[in-house]
Structure formats: structure tokens, C-alpha cells
């Protein structure tokens, strides 16, 4: 499935192995036990627990069978995932994460059905799953996360990445969200002055520019292409009113978005 990985083995004995886990993630322990070994820490999950991992940690994982069996659920929270969530939820963590990085997370009747809900899928690893309903399943589980443990959102959303993303990518996504230029920066793992100089060599245009003739000529496909009216989609194209997004349609394209609407009907009648 999609951002997940159930694991599972029959043997008496132990495996060993380094890993570096590049993504948070989240484990259940179906059976057995897991052992994870850092440099500062030694976290132990039994049959029925979970742990939340942070992201880029050399560890030493331990697999334990218990009675012949070694079950785990795996889910990946990949960071571009938890950006868009951050972005959705204006969640903002301004310092760098400094809690354990291996966290045992409490037991509870959401967290468990969510669980439940993931084993058909595991059941049936030949069935052809969607990555919208992958997407999905993950997206539920940063959210029950975060309202089983809200200090979590800490350990989630700790951008402060030692290298920068690919900001490109980031932002021909992320375009539409109203957001300020600081917190697209923060986002990408940039300071503002960073942000702004690598922004100019990719885009040849200062950020805001950008953002504005993006944004309108989003707006102007969605017109011209999809037949919408302004007021359907303004917000959704980080306009803060609708006089604002007329206006500044207007100023660069010569005439009232209306116009552009009907002009389009009378094509296509």
C-alpha cells in the first residue's frame, strides 16, 4: 500500500541490522518484539504498542520473535506529506525539534481502529490500492496522532532539515496557499535571505511576483478552460477578497475577469 510497509517473519531467532531512517515513522507491533538502538537512546515496542521514529536516525534494530512470530505495520510519513498537512492546517514549529526521537505512543480506541482498518489491505497484498487511498490512510494517521499527543506536533513538523529541498517542486505545488513569502521559506528549509536568492536563480522573478502571475494564470485556465466563475475559486487561489483577485486580474491582463467568463460562455453555449 501506498506510504506503508507490513513486515512479517516466522523464525526463533533475532535479526540485526543498521538502518538510517530517512522519514518519521509510525510502527504498530503486530507480534515480536522491536528493539531500536541510537547513540542516545533504547526504545522496546511489545506486541500491541506503538512508536513514532524520527526522521534521519542511524539506529540499530533489533527483531525479536515471540512463539515463532514477527509481525510489524510500517507507515511512512514522508516530509512532503507533513509540509502539505502543515501547510492545510497552518501548523507552524519554529524551533528545532530537541525531545526523544523514538517515542512510545499511548494505546487508544481510535489509534487501534485505524489499525484495524489498514488489515484487509495487508491481508491481500495483491489487490491494486490507489495512492489517493494511501494518501489518505497516512493523512489519518498524522491526525490521530496529533490528537492523541499534541506535543507531537514538534517531532512532525521539525523542518530544520540540514539540507534544503527542492524548492522548484515545493512551490509550482504549494503556489495557491496564502501564506506569507517567511513561511514558504521556513517550509523549504531556507532562511528568508536564502529563500529569496535561490527563488531568483530558479524563477528569474521575485518570489511575490511569482506568486501573483501564477496564481492569475491559474485562475485564468480555470476561466477560460473550466468554465468557472471567480467567486468559486478565489480563496482557493490565495486571493484574500474578491476585489483584490479583479484587480489585480485586470491590471495584467487588460480587462475585468467577468469579461473573460463571459466571453467564454458565449463560446461555449
Same mark, same amino acid.
Given at each position: 500500500?501506498?506510504? @506503508?510497509?507490513?513486515?512479517?517473519?516466522?523464525?526463533?531467532?533475532?535479526?540485526?541490522?543498521?538502518?538510517? @531512517?530517512?522519514?518519521?515513522?509510525?510502527?504498530?507491533?503486530?507480534?515480536?518484539?522491536?528493539?531500536?538502538?541510537?547513540?542516545? !537512546?533504547?526504545?522496546?515496542? #511489545?506486541? /500491541?504498542? @506503538?512508536?513514532?521514529?524520527?526522521?534521519? #536516525?542511524?539506529?540499530?534494530?533489533?527483531?525479536?520473535?515471540?512463539?515463532?512470530?514477527?509481525?510489524?505495520?510500517?507507515?511512512?510519513?514522508?516530509?512532503?506529506?507533513?509540509?502539505?498537512? +502543515?501547510?492545510?492546517?497552518?501548523?507552524?514549529?519554529?524551533?528545532?525539534?530537541? /525531545?526523544?526521537?523514538?517515542?512510545?505512543?499511548?494505546?487508544?480506541?481510535?489509534?487501534?481502529?485505524?489499525?484495524?482498518?489498514?488489515?484487509?489491505?495487508?491481508?491481500?497484498?495483491?489487490?491494486?490500492?490507489? +495512492?489517493?487511498? /494511501?494518501?489518505?490512510?497516512?493523512?489519518?494517521?498524522?491526525?490521530?496522532?496529533?490528537?492523541?499527543?499534541?506535543?507531537?506536533? +514538534?517531532?512532525?513538523?521539525?523542518?530544520?532539515?540540514?539540507?534544503?529541498?527542492?524548492?522548484?517542486?515545493?512551490?509550482?505545488?504549494?503556489?495557491?496557499?496564502?501564506?506569507?513569502?517567511?513561511?514558504? +521559506?521556513?517550509?523549504?528549509?531556507?532562511?528568508?535571505? /536564502?529563500?529569496?536568492?535561490?527563488?531568483? =536563480?530558479?524563477?528569474?522573478?521575485?518570489?511575490?511576483?511569482?506568486?501573483?502571475?501564477?496564481?492569475?494564470?491559474?485562475?485564468?485556465?480555470? @476561466?477560460?478552460?473550466?468554465?468557472?466563475?471567480?467567486?468559486?475559486?478565489?480563496? !482557493?487561489?490565495?486571493?484574500?477578497?474578491?476585489?483584490?483577485?479583479?484587480?489585480?486580474?485586470? =491590471?495584467?491582463?487588460?480587462?475585468?475577469?467577468?469579461?473573460?467568463?463571459?466571453?467564454?460562455?458565449?463560446?461555449?453555449?
Amino acid at each position: 500500500m501506498p506510504g @506503508m510497509i507490513f513486515y512479517s517473519y516466522n523464525s526463533t531467532l533475532r535479526k540485526e541490522k543498521c538502518a538510517f @531512517m530517512q522519514d518519521n515513522i509510525l510502527v504498530l507491533q503486530v507480534a515480536g518484539q522491536l528493539t531500536i538502538e541510537t547513540t542516545t !537512546e533504547k526504545v522496546s515496542t #511489545q506486541k /500491541g504498542q @506503538m512508536m513514532l521514529v524520527h526522521k534521519n #536516525q542511524l539506529a540499530e534494530l533489533n527483531k525479536m520473535p515471540v512463539d515463532g512470530s514477527y509481525q510489524t505495520v510500517v507507515i511512512r510519513l514522508q516530509e512532503d506529506l507533513l509540509r502539505q498537512i +502543515a501547510l492545510e492546517e497552518k501548523i507552524e514549529v519554529k524551533h528545532k525539534y530537541t /525531545g526523544p526521537y523514538n517515542v512510545l505512543i499511548p494505546g487508544n480506541d481510535f489509534l487501534s481502529a485505524f489499525f484495524q482498518s489498514l488489515m484487509p489491505y495487508v491481508n491481500h497484498p495483491d489487490e491494486k490500492v490507489t +495512492a489517493a487511498v /494511501g494518501l489518505l490512510k497516512v493523512k489519518e494517521a498524522v491526525y490521530l496522532l496529533m490528537d492523541t499527543m499534541p506535543a507531537l506536533k +514538534a517531532l512532525l513538523f521539525d523542518f530544520s532539515e540540514p539540507h534544503k529541498i527542492d524548492l522548484e517542486k515545493f512551490m509550482v505545488t504549494n503556489f495557491h496557499y496564502n501564506i506569507p513569502v517567511e513561511k514558504f +521559506a521556513r517550509l523549504t528549509g531556507r532562511s528568508l535571505a /536564502g529563500f529569496k536568492r535561490d527563488f531568483q =536563480k530558479i524563477f528569474d522573478k521575485a518570489p511575490r511576483q511569482w506568486l501573483l502571475e501564477k496564481r492569475l494564470s491559474e485562475a485564468k485556465f480555470l @476561466m477560460e478552460k473550466k468554465h468557472r466563475r471567480p467567486s468559486d475559486f478565489y480563496l !482557493e487561489l490565495g486571493f484574500e477578497s474578491l476585489s483584490h483577485f479583479s484587480h489585480s486580474f485586470k =491590471k495584467k491582463y487588460g480587462h475585468a475577469p467577468t469579461e473573460l467568463v463571459g466571453m467564454a460562455h458565449q463560446s461555449h453555449p
